[in-house]
């Protein structure tokens, strides 16, 4: 069975932290340019902002696979005798689905009535909720702290969801958070399908093959919709393209796609960690929760936007109980134990080491202490791996 595996590294959590370090600017950048904190007092449409977005994005994650060197990692097809990387069926429906949450999570951010805290808890609360799903679906093993973890996440999100007043969800943002949540349903699949083997070849060949198709997409289906659509929104972002360099919130918008490449990289990494849905979903949510917490704090202080509540910082530390609960953190007897023998065995070659300062010809206290050594080096292994 899938998953069974217990002993992993920490890898997880620095891709985690990356996450975090981008997602405050990224949403807080978001949030303050269509609200007109950035602007002069003047809103900036999503749709206006959406083009910039979507191209920098665009650039960006390919030309840091390149530097990576990883379009090795990709399936090929001979075309004209050419070896080209070529998707395959999951990889291509999770390049659509990646290309619709990008647009979608941008768009969320800027619809009026709508906070980043009310946007990330409807956005993150439909992911915590599909990921025990698609686990059962593949017949993942589900851990014992991945279940604790995913339900102090949902509790966090309804106190945070209890105090929220006065917010509106519009037609549109809902349409949007459908299209979000369909295209994780999508996703998280297709991943869990084929590339959460814990082989670093094969995440990275899934991550080149989606981008493959996600990149083009992300570009393409919005100028294709402005090119032929009618109606205010169509206008919008026949404006953001049209203006894509021109406009005065051009660099915000180009500043933001290159933002959501970097937290793009890293939170697909997390997706493709080994462990279960159940555990890499609420690291993943919390990550972003505790980051928009923090960006709207950052907003209040230096721009004088809504002042958070005190139910949004209980619901901040509800986040962080359930970072302690998946973090390595719920091995703890298990690391005391292996200290403990590790203290045991120091003792056991002192003790070995006085009995022969009398015979220092036969050189017993360096193997000794070099033993001592090796068993601490162990101990800290076997914690780290965990």
């Known amino acids: 069975m899938a998953g069974t595996k217990r002993e992993h590294s920490l890898g997880i959590w620095s891709l985690a932290l990356g996450y975090f370090l981008f997602y405050i600017p990224y949403s807080g950048l978001s949030k303050a340019v269509t609200a007109g904190l950035l602007t002069g007092g003047t809103p900036i449409s999503g749709f206006e902002l959406l083009p910039s977005t979507v191209v920098s994005t665009a650039i960006a994650i390919p030309l840091f696979i390149t530097i990576m060197r990883w379009w090795k990692h990709a399936r090929t ?3 004209l005798g050419f070896n080209i990387p070529f998707p395959r069926l999951q990889t291509f429906i999770s390049g659509v689905a990646f290309a619709t949450i990008i647009a979608t999570t941008t768009l969320a951010y800027s619809f009026k009535g709508v906070s980043i805290v009310f946007a990330l808890m409807l956005m993150r609360g439909g992911v915590l909720i599909l990921s025990p799903l698609i686990d059962r679906m593949f017949h993942r093993r589900v851990r014992w702290f991945s279940w604790l ?46 590339a959460k083997t814990g082989e670093k070849t094969v995440a990275f060949g899934y991550f080149v093959e989606e981008q493959l198709v996600a990149m083009p997409c992300l570009v393409l289906v919005p100028a294709i919709f402005a090119l032929i659509g009618r109606g205010a929104i169509m206008s919008q972002l026949r404006f953001g393209f049209t203006h894509i360099f ?3 919130f051009a660099l915000f918008g180009w500043t933001i796609g290159i933002l959501y490449a970097g937290l793009g990289i890293f939170c ?17 949510s919390c990550s972003s929760l505790l980051s928009g917490i923090i960006a709207s704090w950052i907003l209040t202080w230096s721009l004088g936007a809504a002042n958070p509540s005190s139910m949004q910082f209980s619901s901040a530390l509800l986040i962080i109980a359930a970072l302690l609960v ?19 065995e120091k003792r056991l070659v002192l003790v070995g080491f006085a009995n022969n ?6 050189s017993v206290s360096r193997p000794m ?18």
Not at 357 to 362: C, D, G, P, R
Not at 369 to 386: D, G, Y
């Open 246 to 248: 021109s406009s005065s």
């Open 369 to 386: 202490a070099m033993n001592f050594i090796t068993i601490n080096f162990e101990a800290v292994r076997n914690i780290l791996r965990k």
């Open 326 to 344: 998946i973090s390595p953190l719920h091995h703890l007897p298990l690391y005391i134990k292996q200290l403990k023998n590790a203290i045991a």
């Open 357 to 362: 300062t009398a015979v220092k010809e036969q």
């Open 149 to 194: 973890g995913l339900v102090f996440s949902l509790m966090a999100l309804l106190i945070a969801f209890s105090d929220v007043h006065g917010y509106q969800l519009s037609i549109v943002a809902a349409l949007n958070l459908a299209a979000y949540l369909t295209g994780y349903a999508l996703r998280l699949p297709c991943m869990t399908q084929i």
């Open 268 to 284: 697909t990494f997390i997706y493709l960690d080994r462990r279960e849905n159940t555990f890499c979903i609420p690291m993943y």
């Open 77 to 79: 097809r001979n075309v």
